[in-house]
């Protein structure tokens, strides 16, 4: 299961996927005869409960920070590691116990909650769901109610580039699709690698239908999917996304080991950072990963970075963008905590020292108005790129969410092993929606 990092973005590419094993609504409903799981969020008098993931700095300063002001009622946090987090939660849901705030990914995973009254609602004048970005809050927005504060860094999906790479085969980064089939082709007649791909682990293959079938469709398709309309995976843009990506397969693009190369190994940021590959799709996250990695490489100049490439034909806008919008704090419904619950949500996330935090760490709050912040960020190399991340997500239409998460748990295993499936060609481009279809209840 992997949040979103808060500082050091360490990619554990198991958050991208949480929601492919998260809780489906009638697991989160159906276990009030489990046993306890942690402390009971229902009956405290006094001071809040609030569970998350053990790799969230940022938000532990911010639990302290509110404990220093509130000594006779603190937050008590309890922090847990990817895979155990889901099941803790669901048994403590079912149990009855669950935190007052908990933490999410938002999408499929939290609207389970919310169709099972485990999560409160948030009116805009209680959380001021205003100064956070749309693109962002859709995520968490079932119903034109929210049920979710953004808890840490923006995590798009962008194309990275090595600039040496590019220029010794006298390519520019592709801004059109048809500048990402000729790349292809110039870049494996010299022995590179087109695009780097760890298509072991199935999401990184996901990333580039999820922008195929954008470009294509338009955004509508997979709202009509997400919507739980079955039919809408045998949309002709659905057929034509994967022809897109076969063919990329088909071209060479990919390498000839890609099937082998899983992203928790690191290999396919290497192949970028050396050389071995000129391009690798992947979330913001890589970003920290390659100048952990590869700090020479960073400071060389050399990484580039660009959106996904335009379809002119397509009827998506450009600018659409796909990823993980972000994290969130969503609220029991069950809580008797509210008041409190609202003042940390209010004054000690994303407020002015959180938002220097995630600045200072290469991260991107979701908040607007960042303009000026990042005018005083005083790396020119982190100021390009912290601003590249900004304004790609503040100018977006729509920031859709991983499919693997935004859509019910159940389905998102099937998807993962369709996915495969077409990468490797073992089931041609219509019959990955025919599966699909029939995976949706």
């Not at 705030?101 to 769901?129: H, I, R």
């Not at 929210?146 to 194309?159: F, I, S, T």
């Not at 407020?351 to 220097?356: E, G, K, V």
Request: glycine content about 8%; proline content about 6%; some cysteine.
């Amino acid at each position: 299961m992997r949040a979103i990092p808060s500082v050091t973005h360490p990619g554990g590419p198991r958050g991208r996927r949480a929601i492919a094993s998260a809780l489906t609504l009638a697991a989160v409903a159906g276990l009030a005869a489990c046993g306890t799981a942690g402390p009971s969020a229902t009956t405290s008098a006094q001071g809040l409960t609030l569970w998350a993931l053990n790799d969230q700095p940022i938000l532990t300063r911010s639990v302290d920070a509110y404990n220093k002001d509130h000594p006779e009622a603190k937050i008590t946090l309890r922090v847990f590691a990817n895979d155990d987090y889901k099941q803790k939660l669901r048994v403590a849901f079912g149990a009855g116990q669950a935190p007052d705030l908990f933490f999410n990914w938002g999408g499929g995973a939290l609207d389970d909650y919310v169709k099972a009254g485990k999560a409160a609602p948030l009116s805009a004048s209680e959380v001021q769901t205003d100064r956070f970005l749309p693109s962002v809050m859709d995520t968490a927005t079932f119903a034109d109610k929210v049920y979710g504060v953004p808890v840490n860094g923006l995590a798009p999906v962008v194309l990275y580039y090595n600039k040496r790479v590019l220029a010794d085969a006298g390519l520019q980064p592709p801004g059109t699709y048809a500048d990402l089939l000729t790349a292809v082709a110039k870049l494996k007649a010299k022995g590179v690698t087109p695009l780097s791909l760890a298509a072991n682990s199935k999401w990184p293959t996901l990333q580039y239908l999820q922008y195929l079938l954008d470009r294509i469709g338009g955004s509508g398709v997979f709202k009509k999917i997400a919507a739980g309309d079955a039919s809408a995976w045998r949309d002709p843009a659905v057929t034509e996304a994967n022809q897109d990506l076969q063919g990329l397969a088909k071209a060479g693009a990919f390498g000839n080991s890609a099937s082998s190369v899983a992203y928790d190994q690191g290999s396919s940021t290497a192949l970028l950072y050396t050389g071995k590959a000129a391009m690798e799709l992947m979330g913001t996250w890589e970003y920290a990963n390659i100048a952990k990695a590869a700090p020479d490489f960073l400071k060389s100049g050399d990484l580039g970075y660009t959106a996904f490439p335009s379809l002119p034909d397509g009827s998506g806008d450009p600018r659409g963008i796909t990823g993980n919008p972000s994290n969130f704090l969503s609220l029991n419904a069950a809580t008797k905590n509210r008041t409190a619950a609202l003042t940390y949500l209010n004054d000690y996330v994303m407020n002015d020292d959180q938002i220097a935090a995630y600045l200072k760490s290469g991260s991107v709050p979701p908040v607007k108005d960042l303009d000026s912040r990042l005018a005083k960020v005083s790396s020119a190399s982190d100021k390009r790129w912290l601003t590249f991340v900004y304004d790609l997500v503040r100018d977006a239409p729509g920031f859709q969410l991983s499919w693997d998460q935004a859509l019910p748990s159940e389905q998102s295993d099937a998807l993962l092993t369709a996915t495969d499936k077409s990468f490797l060609r073992e089931i041609s481009p219509s019959a990955f929606g025919v599966t699909l279809s029939k995976a949706t209840p």
